[in-house]
Nanobody, 125 residues
Framework: QVQLVESGGGLVQAGGSLRLSCAVS????????MGWFRQAPGKERDFVTS????????DYADSVKGRFTISRDNGKNTVYLQMNSLKAEDTAVYYC??????????????????WGQGTQVTVSS
């Protein structure tokens, strides 16, 4: 059984930074590509970024490119999301997901088999 636990969310002013973490329990973390998604009230869960199992390939939504950075530490079974220059429109619940694909994290939620419970990020303008 794989469990994902996100942390690091909170309230921040526009222009500020936050670092989210997603700790993964269970075996074979290094075989999973990982992704971060976000969901604002009344909206669908949208792709933010993903990272391959080795960490060598990353992908970003246009809306966060240049501001967010995804990374992973396979020794600590953890994936991170560094968020800089935050905007009010970044406000959402952020979820991490684990995919059985290893070469590239999918952009669709259907590509992920495990999810965390989410962490709230609120950016005040």
């Amino acid at each position: 059984q794989v469990q994902l636990v996100e942390s690091g969310g909170g309230l921040v002013q526009a222009g500020g930074s936050l670092r989210l973490s997603c700790a993964v329990s269970g075996r074979d973390f290094a075989r999973h590509s990982m992704g971060w998604f976000r969901q604002a009230p009344g909206k669908e869960r949208d792709f933010v970024t993903s990272i391959s199992s080795s960490g060598g390939t990353t992908d970003y939504a246009d809306s966060v490119k240049g501001r967010f950075t995804i990374s992973r530490d396979n020794g600590k079974n953890t994936v991170y999301l560094q968020m800089n220059s935050l905007k009010a429109e970044d406000t959402a619940v952020y979820y991490c997901g684990a995919s059985r694909q290893w070469a590239r994290g999918p952009r669709s939620t259907t590509g992920y088999v495990y999810w965390g419970q989410g962490t709230q990020v609120t950016v005040s303008s």
